[in-house]
């Protein structure tokens, strides 16, 4: 009887003690965001958790959408882990510049400066044309604190790049 209530015991103070550690493992942001919440039949849910249980039947809802609410909380990517979306940005980025910059995928302050100027009229259009001939376009890690991303690429030789948000709305090219 004795060793059963000693080993029950162990037990015990074993389970507390994984759990203990388990809760000390997870990192708490810096500055949490605040999650809009909804009760629901007595039950506290995040609201974003709500719409993204609503997918219409027979659509799935792509990788980014359903753990963007990470992000939203303020949990950064681990280093470990790829840059998922970098070469989707990179294949945006070419045909963006290949397509002669259509103003749809332009952000409303798009900029482009040639050798350090900005250019406007008859010089952008130019640089327009002569873009087409871009090539080895590399999408470089999200600024954590501008979330936009850098794709470089090469033309004529020379080292270029553009600055892109999320939404993929090119913001500035360098040429």
Avoid: W
């Amino acid at each position: 009887m004795a060793t059963t209530h000693s080993f029950a015991l162990l037990l015990s103070l074993v389970m507390n003690v994984l759990l203990a550690a388990m809760l000390l493992s997870q990192s708490v942001p810096a500055n949490p965001v605040a999650v809009p919440v909804r009760t629901i039949a007595r039950t506290t849910l995040p609201v974003r958790s709500l719409s993204a249980a609503r997918c219409p039947k027979g659509l799935s809802r792509p990788v980014v959408a359903q753990f963007k609410f990470l992000k939203d909380l303020g949990i950064k990517k681990p280093d470990f882990l790829p840059d998922f979306g970098g070469p989707k940005k990179a294949r945006m980025a070419e045909e963006f510049v290949t397509s002669g910059f259509p103003s749809a995928e332009r952000a409303p302050t798009f900029t482009v400066t040639v050798n350090g100027e900005a250019v406007d009229g008859e010089e952008l259009e130019n640089a327009i044309a002569s873009a087409k001939t871009a090539a080895d376009f590399n999408a470089q890690p999200y600024d954590e604190e501008t979330l936009e991303r850098t794709i470089t690429f090469t033309l004529n030789g020379k080292d270029c790049n553009l600055r892109m948000t999320q939404e993929g709305k090119v913001l500035s090219a360098n040429l």
